[in-house]
């Protein structure tokens, strides 16, 4: 977590410690919910916030242009998303919108953190 953002490391690099000083890292890193990319220097025994991730499958009950609405496969519970980043499942979900037919064999996968809801892959059963 970065300015209360979840992000995917991309890279790390440490430098030596001076006379007096600890360590540093420095870590660059980019959001999972807005591609923003984000770096961090901090000494090297800092503790990071991490997210609690809650996976879960939904079926998708319908397809808006703003975003999408899923039912939980397990509770039961709808509720919206908003479209992915990723322009594979965008194609997916617009393919997916275009032929409405095929929505009720269409699942997605989902993640859960930080409060908010991202689709990580549409898959067929």
Known sequence: ???EE???I???ERSKS?????????VVCV????????????PSGH????PEIIKG???????EDISINVMNLESYE????????DEDLKNKLKELQANPGKISTTQVEYWQLAGKTLINRVFTN
């Open 31 to 42: 959001g999972m919910f807005d591609n923003n990319k984000r770096s961090l220097t901090i």
């Open 57 to 63: 499958n939904a079926q998708i009950n319908f397809i």
């Open 47 to 50: 503790v990071v916030d991490t």
């Open 78 to 85: 709808s509720f919206d998303v908003d479209w992915p980043q």
């Open 1 to 3: 977590m970065v300015e």
């Open 18 to 26: 001076g006379k007096h000083g600890h360590a540093k890292v420095r």
């Open 10 to 12: 991309k890279s790390t």
């Open 6 to 8: 979840p992000c995917i």
